[in-house]
């Protein structure tokens, strides 16, 4: 697939500066300064909030849903958003029903082309899948993603300038988790901003920082 530069009307237009990552846990000072011989301390939970990509980048969020039931139900959904959170494309999809792992690959693919066919600047591309995002990094080499998928993926990253992979919890993953349920009632792509009304609710909820609660499992 051939790379292609961006029209004008899709270029960044960003302002202020780029957020620390607000889903990785931080322990107080007290605990981090606990002896070796101490037991690892857990977290019963943590606060979760998308941050929004450096000025000048862009950032895919992207997600997979699939029903387990028997009604053969799958979905997939993603939004590209600029440092100040605007939502500039969005899909929703349903698609065939495969594995988890298959669906997230093919939301992340087809939130990258047309990504691409608009902007070929700086790119954060962040799903829920913790397993893909760790492929996709070299931190993981079992996959549910077949080679070719894989390759794909990568194909498409490496036409930017620049781009990261990271991984966020679901809680996280708002915009693209309500764009999968969208896909059911009101599958389409959107440009400019004009998207559902719950998932521009969702969307303003991260551009003023809103947290949502991930409980853990005590260990």
């Not at 549910?144 to 996280?172: N, T």
Request: charged share 20%; net charge positive; with cysteine.
């Amino acid at each position: 697939m051939a790379c292609l530069a961006p029209p004008a009307s899709f270029a960044p237009f960003c302002r202020g500066p780029f957020a620390s990552p607000a889903n990785l846990y931080r322990p107080p000072a007290s605990i981090a300064s606990l002896s070796p011989s101490s037991p690892p301390f857990y977290p019963s939970r943590v606060m979760v909030r998308w941050e929004a990509p450096p000025a000048g980048w862009l950032k895919l969020n992207f997600d997979g849903s699939v029903y387990n039931d028997g009604s053969g139900r799958a979905s997939i959904g993603g939004a590209i958003r600029d440092c100040n959170g605007r939502v500039l494309v969005a899909f929703a999809e349903p698609t065939e029903h495969s594995t988890v792992g298959i669906v997230e690959a093919r939301a992340l693919i087809r939130g990258l082309r047309p990504a691409l066919s608009r902007f070929r600047g700086r790119l954060v591309a962040e799903g829920d899948d913790l397993m893909l995002v760790e492929l996709l990094t070299g931190e993981e080499t079992q996959t549910r993603v077949p080679q070719a998928m894989q390759d794909e993926i990568l194909m498409l990253l490496g036409c930017f300038a620049a781009y990261k992979v990271q991984h966020i919890f679901r809680e996280g993953n708002q915009v693209a988790h309500v764009l999968c349920k969208e896909a059911y009632q009101r599958p389409g792509v959107w440009a400019g901003g004009i998207v559902s009304h719950a998932v521009w609710e969702k969307a303003q909820d991260d551009v003023h920082g809103v947290a949502h609660e991930r409980l853990f499992k005590k260990k």
